[in-house]
């Protein structure tokens, strides 16, 4: 994908959060989905086996699972359908949206740039004032925008980061 189509892509992903933020802030029922509609259907369990082609104690465990977060998509995508539903799936940004994101992600890689460059400029005693370094950090993050370079994603600090866990949303 080139940076313009990614550029316009990023757009319309931020626009699509921001207008399906009501549903992408629900709340997974107690007892998960699969159980939640079956039964609001008025639906055994038994019945859903039948449409599903398992048996009862399957259904249970898919319930069980959901609830855990061990159930796979293809599970979920085949209850949904025995359950006449659309399984719909998400990835979704935390904060304000993709494009926030990766200028968050700029400004960390352009002050990694900056610090190996201070740590340089300070063996050789020219050290600069720290308004300039912000001002150099603003502009290097700038340009790695406009450039869409890779290097915005090799930040130190964020792989770091992101390999301690997340959280969730909800």
Not at 126 to 153: F, G, N, P
């Amino acid at each position: 994908m080139g940076a313009k189509t990614a550029k316009l892509r990023r757009h319309q992903l931020d626009r699509f959060f921001h207008q399906s933020e009501s549903v992408l802030t629900t709340k997974i029922p107690k007892y998960g989905w699969v159980k939640e509609i079956r039964e609001a259907l008025g639906m055994t369990m038994q019945d859903l086996g039948t449409r599903l082609g398992v048996i009862k104690q399957r259904i249970e465990r898919i319930e069980k699972d959901e609830v855990a977060g061990k159930v796979t998509l293809q599970t979920l995508r085949d209850t949904a359908e025995a359950l006449d539903c659309e399984l719909v799936y998400f990835l979704v940004p935390k904060g304000q949206g993709l494009q926030k994101l990766l200028e968050t992600q700029a400004l960390k890689a352009a002050r990694e740039i900056v610090k190996d460059t201070e740590h340089t400029m300070g063996l050789e005693e020219q050290d600069t004032s720290r308004q300039s370094q912000q001002h150099l950090v603003e502009s290097v993050a700038a340009e790695l925008l406009l450039k869409e370079d890779r290097k915005i994603w090799r930040s130190q600090h964020e792989n770091s980061k992101s390999s301690r866990g997340h959280s969730s949303r909800r």
